[in-house]
């Protein structure tokens, strides 16, 4: 934060009000004082030489009216003189007037000459004529201030002089000065320790406002384990209080809104389901990152693009997202790492707002739908060749039926094998159903497997026995091989034979004449039971192969089907296997052979060694 200039601080301007309040108060109490002071003295001053005049005026009153020249007269100027010489004032000139204004005596030795001369001053003729009030305030000559006063001398009702006294006022004036240069260096003392107190007081206010500040940035800046210091229980102290009880609930708040921002992008991160959120303009504003792989985005998240673009929206569909009608398109997305495009069902709801109506934004919900879909397809799919598979011999069924009725029943020859194919037919149709039975069994799991304890070589001895005939037939070299290390293993006999005659079967039906095949049983490199039948037969093409587990999938329809063949067989193996806990694969190159492998655990399930 930026440091404020002293003079903007509440410190310089508690300092500044506090010294010119004080400076006010002294002023107005100095004028006041001063002034009435100053009158006071002056009053008591003009008061006592009005007394001294007074005295003297009666003092001096039966020394008058003594005939000029006498004897007496001189002893009455005498004691006249006497008498003022004794009433001494500082600084002071008393003069004693005839009736005529005329100077008998004066105090000051060096205004001697000014004896017999008349005072002609307004004070002197205003006491002659009988006014006993008489003051005058004058600047004398050499620039000094005085105080006059002049008062008549009576004798009975008759003036018959006055008494005058012009009192220098040069003291009363230093008094005064003193007083005020007292004042001033009281007003100066004042002011000093105001400013002091002013600092201290303005110290007290400000380091508590300070503090707080400190913390109150400490705060912005993400720093709430501090604690603001309490000074005192003042209202300054219970501010400090609460701001500590504020940053608490700040603190508290903060963490409970970050909590659920975690619990909010961990559901978001965790979901199988992609979500996008956009702004109004329609622009990515949140993505999780299941949306981000659905979409094909790698690194960080495109915010701020354009939803319709990311999901390759036509026109037409990003119009009516743009006004929030909630709804559902199904699209095709590369996802991340250029694999197989998923189908994706993106469900769009738009944000209302709460105030004011309108649309803030769309959350669009991404769900991967392909296994789904492919489901359905399959099954779809299955459908149509579970209907091909049985309308054929259906239809071969009903031909020769119909060429029987026809008249074929009276051609004896005609009739047997008219009727040998509708059977061949038939059974054909009751293998279809019985396979597709057996593997519906196998997908709903109600076939419970019978694990026992199985030879390995007897079983597979027992297999070619079983096809012995036609191996004659097409005088194919058959072998079995068992490694030692799987003499025998726990599984459903009944299955595997199932598993076993289907391969062999293939084998057999798709090597001619003179070929061979060869059945053997290992313990492969994850420690399984792989039993393989290999032949070196017609073999099936590399693009077949991929799919050949397929069900009802055959390489060339129309000879598996002449061969009585299903298109069930590999895939009830794969579902055996599978339900057992193994694998199956194939390898085989055109022309030269094909080999079937699957695999199976050795040890029963629970522990125990074969
Ligand atoms: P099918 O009952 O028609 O034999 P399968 O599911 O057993 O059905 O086999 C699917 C297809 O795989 C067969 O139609 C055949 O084209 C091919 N096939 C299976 N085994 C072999 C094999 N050993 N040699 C060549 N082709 C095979």
Do not use: C
């Amino acid at each position: 934060m930026k440091g404020l200039s002293f003079f903007r601080t509440i410190q310089a301007k508690l300092i500044i009000i506090y010294v010119l309040l004080i400076l006010i108060a002294m002023q107005l109490i100095g004028v006041y004082f001063v002034s009435s002071m100053k009158n006071s003295l002056t009053d008591n001053f003009t008061k006592d030489l009005k007394a001294r005049a007074e005295m003297l005026s009666i003092l001096t009153a039966d020394k008058f009216g003594s005939e000029a020249g006498t004897a007496d007269e001189e002893t009455a100027v005498e004691s006249l003189r006497g008498m003022v010489n004794n009433l001494y004032i500082s600084g002071a000139e008393i003069q004693v007037l005839d009736a005529s204004g005329k100077i008998i005596t004066t105090s000051v030795p060096s205004q001697n000459d000014y004896v017999g001369q008349r005072n002609t001053q307004t004070v002197v003729s205003r006491a002659l004529q009988g006014i006993s009030d008489n003051e005058e305030y004058i600047i004398a000559d050499d620039n000094v201030r005085k105080k006059v006063v002049a008062k008549p001398v009576l004798s009975g009702d008759k003036v018959v002089g006055a008494i005058y006294i012009a009192a220098d006022m040069k003291d009363l004036y230093a008094t005064i000065s003193r007083i005020n240069s007292v004042f001033l260096s009281g007003l100066l003392l004042a002011l000093a320790l105001t400013a002091v107190l002013g600092v201290i007081l303005a110290h007290t206010i400000t380091h508590p406002i300070k503090e707080m500040t400190r913390h109150a940035t400490a705060v912005a800046e993400g720093r709430y384990n501090r604690k603001m210091p309490v000074f005192g229980n003042d209202e300054i102290g219970q501010l400090s209080q609460a701001f500590n009880y504020m940053t608490g609930r700040l603190r508290d708040a903060l963490s409970q809104n970050e909590e659920e921002k975690e619990k909010l992008a961990s559901i978001l991160a965790n979901m199988s389901d992609g979500v996008v959120a956009t702004d109004e303009s329609g622009g990515v504003i949140l993505m999780n990152t299941r949306a981000a792989h659905m979409l094909g985005s790698e690194g960080p998240l495109p915010e701020g693009a354009p939803l319709d673009e990311l999901l390759g929206l036509d026109h037409e569909q990003s119009g009516s997202l743009a006004q929030g009608n909630a709804q559902s398109a199904m699209l095709h997305l590369s996802p991340m790492g250029g694999e197989d495009p998923n189908i994706v069902r993106v469900t769009f709801t738009p944000i209302h707002r709460r105030e004011g109506g309108g649309i803030a934004g769309t959350i669009a919900v991404l769900q991967d739908v392909t296994e789904q879909e492919n489901l359905e397809e399959s099954r779809r799919e299955f459908v149509a060749n579970v209907s091909h598979e049985l309308r054929t011999p259906l239809t071969t069924i009903k031909s020769y039926a119909e060429a029987l009725d026809d008249g074929a029943l009276e051609d004896p020859q005609l009739a047997v094998r008219f009727v040998g194919v509708i059977r061949n037919e038939t059974e054909r149709m009751i293998r279809l159903v019985t396979d597709l039975l057996h593997l519906s069994r196998l997908d709903s799991k109600e076939s419970s497997l019978r694990i026992q304890q199985t030879d390995i070589s007897e079983m597979l001895e027992d297999v070619a026995d079983r096809f012995s005939f036609q191996i004659r037939q097409k005088r194919i070299h058959i072998s079995t091989r068992v490694r030692e290390d799987v003499a025998s293993a726990w599984l459903d006999r009944d299955q595997i034979d199932q598993v076993l005659g289907n391969l062999v079967s293939n084998a057999l039906k798709y090597t001619p004449e003179g070929g061979m095949i060869q059945l053997e049983a290992l313990k492969n490199e994850e420690g399984m039971l792989a039993i393989s039948v290999r032949d070196s037969g017609i073999g099936i093409p590399k693009k077949d192969i991929e799919r050949i587990f397929e069900r009802f999938y055959r390489v060339d329809k129309a000879r598996s089907r002449n061969m009585g063949g299903t298109g069930l067989g590999l895939s009830i193996a794969r579902e055996i296997v599978k339900a057992h806990g193994g694998s199956i694969s194939l390898q085989s190159e055109l022309n030269e052979g094909s080999l079937v492998t699957f695999t199976l655990p050795l040890k029963q399930e629970g522990g125990s060694a074969s």
